[in-house]
């Protein structure tokens, strides 16, 4: 039972500057950027703050980039052990019929589970796109579906999603801002896809009637060379499209998203991403409050078997601040006197509010760090007689 609440105060030296569209993020330090693409969009990982925008709710064809959303489901899926990695997948008509960028795979040829997924990440294939939606979700209709469910869930509101690989289709469309939107979740739940997405070459081996043949994969994203601190993500590009790009680069802490769509030939794509991350880095940095797991106080467990338990931070929250300015972030922990046992590991106990002068940037819960079970019988009177003797 949750009893009065006791607060405390801890600040946090930072400079938090809401920057909601491009315009203010030029004229706050007179910098102009300009970008040679129809929309672009730059977003911190961690926040999931835009710090630049341009035409940012264009819905526009996407051509590949689709494919990070593909590939979040996919790796959901891995996660939720529906499929695994080393599962074997048998190749349908449908998925080997797809064009554009591919692995040239057969109808009824098999391969497994991560082979695809590294034709996906690091060659960008359609055909391996195909094979896996079926795979997870029984026909390329239904992943579609599942995909369209997952952007709404997401606040993904300008987006509507024909296929599982990208094509020009009618219908078929996103934007600049939901991009980065479906490219933080993926990115940041899983952290590990940067591991196929920053592969240069590979290899997978063709299982067919023939016999075996063994297949090179080149990246597509050239920033993997270029850019220091890349982490992937996905390139994209058709005739209605023209030239897409979403670009994820790490540096001092800080991950950026640059989307990039409608660039009118590849080079000017790269150039205008790296540009976008250039401009993040140099103008902005980020403040980031307690740290998940950090301890921050105690809670009373009346009638456990320990008289209380440590309360730690659920979850991050961060913002972006200007570089160079140095105002107080201002963190007010709430934590509730006592609860009642028994108690599980994570149970909220309270929370920390995040403020920047006295407007919320954040909250976290904070939870109990570890189980306490009721106090029997024996444990109530081992717990008397020692204070009766101390």
């Known amino acids: 039972m949750m009893k009065k609440i006791r607060k405390a105060m801890i600040i946090a030296t930072a400079m938090v500057i809401f920057v909601p569209n491009a315009v203010l993020a030029q004229e706050s330090k007179g910098l102009a950027l300009t970008i040679d693409a129809a929309s672009a969009v ?37 996660e939720q052990n529906r499929i695994a990695w080393d599962d074997v997948v048998t190749v349908s008509e449908h998925a080997a019929s797809m064009g554009g960028s591919q692995i040239y795979l057969e109808p009824m040829e098999q391969q497994s589970v991560l082979d695809l997924v590294k034709s996906v990440v690091i060659a960008s294939a359609n055909d391996g796109a195909v094979a896996l939606a079926e795979f997870i979700s029984g026909s390329e209709e239904s992943f579609v579906d599942l995909m369209n469910k997952r952007a709404r869930a997401l606040g993904m509101e300008n987006t ?46 063709h299982k067919t009637a023939r016999g075996e043949e063994e297949f090179g994969l080149t990246n597509t994203n050239k920033l993997v060379k270029w850019y220091t601190g890349t982490t992937g993500l996905k390139t994209g590009s ?80 961060s913002n972006v601040t200007e570089k160079g300015s140095n105002v107080e972030l201002e963190g007010q922990i709430s934590i509730n006197d006592a609860v009642d046992a028994p ?34 019988f024996v444990d109530m009177a081992e717990r008397v007689l020692h204070i009766w003797f101390k």
């Open 42 to 78: 730059i977003m911190e990982a961690t926040s999931g703050e835009i710090i630049f925008e341009h035409n940012g709710d264009e819905r526009r064809s996407p051509a590949s980039v689709t494919k990070v959303m593909t590939m979040l489901l996919i790796y959901e899926a891995l």
């Open 160 to 205: 509507s999603f024909k296929n599982a690989c990208g094509l020009d289709a009618d219908g078929h469309f996103t934007t600049a801002r939901d991009i980065a939107i479906m490219s933080r979740e993926l990115i940041t739940k899983y952290p590990h896809v940067e591991e196929l997405a920053t592969i240069w070459m590979d290899t997978i081996i």
């Open 238 to 317: 058709t005739g209605e499209a023209l030239y897409c790009l979403a670009a994820t680069a790490k540096r001092n802490d800080m991950e950026l998203i640059a989307v990039v769509l409608g660039a009118p030939n590849p080079t000017i794509r790269f150039q205008e991403a790296m540009k976008m991350l250039d401009y993040g880095y140099a103008n902005y940095k980020v403040v980031k409050g307690e740290l998940p797991g950090t301890v921050v106080g105690n809670v009373a467990v009346s009638k456990g078997k320990i008289p209380e338990v440590a309360v730690m931070v659920e979850n991050l929250v």
């Open 343 to 376: 108690i599980e590991v994570g149970t909220p106990v309270g929370e920390i509010v995040y403020t920047y002068e006295g407007a919320e940037i954040g909250r976290s819960a904070l939870i109990t760090e570890e189980a306490v079970e009721r106090a029997g």
